[in-house]
């Protein structure tokens, strides 16, 4: 199987090398990931400037852009063969709710899948992470559940995995995403300088984060695994949009 690792921590992530590694038995691994910490690039690609791809001392491939200019990079032009899958991760943090939308792991992953390419985005559910290997292990089950049971059609997983060793895991439950509350507001300050400089306000915290979402699972220990879609329509306005447009 040819594996295709990204992130959005950059190259030298403790999260990327932990993945590396539990993935290293189950195929052929290759790494392309920004070459620098790109957390929040969304879907963003690089479009005003050429990228450079360079390979530092583990073998990995770095690029100097997003992560979906990564995945977008290898999987259109710089690997030889398209790769069976994409992962991307691991994380260092929750990726639950809203914050699928600001994510460069999820972005990376995403990217792979429209490329038409199974993808999965794996993330530890602490900012203080210190369980990598319990991630690891829970995206190796994955992927050999995906040699195993190879699916149909191409999908998009968002996995959040507790910050826990693997045997205080209370199991697995596929979810669907949460939400947040609004974010909090900027913090402003001022640099040595004496300029004023904003930095962007915290996440806000879970509002429905009742039974079945993301965010419940994880409180409850359990891997959460949320199937994503790309199509944003709204179906439920389409007639309330329609009479508002003709009224």
Known sequence: MRILLSND??????????LAEALAPLGEVTVVAPERDRSGASNSLTLDRPLTVRRSHLGYQYVNGTPTDCVHLAVTGLLEHLPDIVVSGINHGANMGDDTIYSGTVA???????????????????????????????????????????PVVPFLLNVNVPDLPHDQLAGTEVTRLGKRHKAEGVVRTTNPRGQTVYWVGAAGTAADAGPGTDFHAVANSRVSITPLQMDLTHFGQIDAVRTWIGA
């Open 9 to 18: 921590d950059g190259y030298f992530a403790p999260g990327l090398q932990a």
């Open 108 to 150: 990376a992953a995403t990217e792979g899948f429209l490329l038409g390419v199974p993808a999965i985005a794996v993330s530890l559910a602490n900012h203080h992470a210190g369980n990598y290997a319990t991630a690891g292990r829970v995206a190796a089950d994955l992927v050999k559940r995906i040699m195993s049971h190879p």
